[in-house]
């Protein structure tokens, strides 16, 4: 199983519309990190996270990392084409010395 | 602007055939990391380093090695490629950490463009 899920793995969504990609944990999140990747190209970095409840917001894409520091979301307004891709969640997990990685979402935006 | 890149965007071999896969970074990084990546399961790491000549297992080591005679420099190896071993392999960077009970990093990792890499 998974040490960080993430929903949904697939998402379509008409142009202009709001959107929600959860990731969830059972064990406490430290360094909370979200990336978008282009298909077959790397990892873009967005935002980090490290503090309970703290929100961070680039144009038009917010994420939050809830007050108990076990789910992030990443939401966008107003979506737009350029927001497709595949949505990564990355965090170091209690207990671990390294960066997991969830399963992804890929977002596809119809015109 | 912060750079990782990798030797080849894409890559064929032969079952059985050794393979490299470059890894170069220009931001003085003592972290990298090799991960793989395939549809449903994320990103796996498979080795990572955190100093010049120091390298230790990630999750899925098995069937690979890895070289860190530079900084600047991580290097993943398949001894002898498998059709299972046909996948995205994405290498990242990224600073010390802070932690002062561990080496590892809450430091952003920086990731290069990925090598698709197909064993016929």
């Known amino acids: 199983s998974q040490e960080l899920e993430q929903s949904p793995q697939s998402l379509i969504v008409q142009e202009g519309k709001n959107l929600t990609i959860n990731c969830t944990s059972s064990?406490?999140?430290?360094?909370l990190y979200w990336y978008k990747q282009k298909y077959g190209e790397g990892l873009i970095f967005l935002m980090m996270l490290q503090k309970g409840g703290e929100e961070k917001s680039h144009e038009k894409i917010t994420a939050k990392l809830d007050e108990k520091k076990q789910q992030s979301s990443l939401h966008i307004t107003a979506s737009q084409p350029s927001h497709a891709g595949i949505y990564l969640c990355g965090a170091y997990i209690q207990g671990a010395q390294k960066l997991v990685f969830g399963q992804g979402t890929r977002l596809t935006i119809n015109p | 602007d912060v750079k990782v890149t990798q030797s080849s965007r894409y890559l064929v071999k032969r079952t059985g055939e050794k393979v490299f896969l470059e890894c170069v970074q220009d931001m003085d990084h003592e972290n990298m990391f090799w991960y793989r990546q395939d549809p449903g399961l994320g990103l796996r790491l498979i080795y990572f380093s955190y100093d010049v000549k120091m390298k230790e297992k990630g999750d899925i080591p098995e069937g690979y090695s890895v070289s860190r005679e530079k900084k600047e420099r991580f290097s993943l190896i398949l001894e002898s490629a498998s059709t299972n071993q046909t996948s995205m392999y994405l290498c990242a960077s990224s600073g010390a950490g802070t932690s002062a009970s561990s080496r590892s990093s809450y430091n952003e990792q920086f990731f290069g463009p990925g090598t698709r890499l197909t064993v016929l």
């Open positions: 064990k406490t999140l430290y360094g």
